[in-house]
């Protein structure tokens, strides 16, 4: 019922950019922090950047001055700019959301965390 799909990965040069999407869809009666998260193999998902519904920012030191994270409240949608692409960045993105469910009748229902299923990102000469 609630769904996150993300586009936007590809193959990229080292010092190149991509720009991420990742759009909600579903029942949603609200959606608090939305985040970027990436999981590289053997290694712990990492928390890439968040924005809240105020558009207050956090980011991974890694990342700090390269990637920036936006969002579009009416459109259910968040963004990550990635600029200064290194291949270490190398890896899976996920979208994140912690949102409130809508029911039939309108109403906030329940909280919950959802997942999308990942776009890769790869950044290679």
């Known amino acids: 019922q609630v769904q996150l799909v993300e586009s936007g990965g590809g193959l990229v040069q080292p010092g190149g950019s991509l720009r991420l999407s990742c759009a909600a869809s579903?029942?949603?009666?609200?959606?608090?922090?939305m985040g970027w998260y990436r999981q590289a193999p053997g290694k712990e998902r990492e928390l890439v950047a968040t924005i809240t519904s105020s558009m207050r920012t956090n980011y991974v030191d890694s990342v700090k001055g390269r990637f920036t994270i936006t969002r579009v409240n009416a459109h259910l949608t968040v963004y990550l700019q990635m600029n200064g692409l290194k291949p270490e960045d190398t890896t899976i993105y996920s979208c994140?959301?912690?949102?409130?469910?809508?029911?039939?009748?309108?109403?906030?229902?329940?909280?919950?965390?959802?997942w999308g299923k990942g776009t890769l990102v790869t950044v290679s000469s």
């Open positions: 994140n959301a912690d949102l409130i469910r809508r029911r039939a009748d309108g109403m906030a229902y329940s909280p919950m965390v959802t």
């Open positions: 579903g029942s949603i009666f609200s959606i608090n922090t």
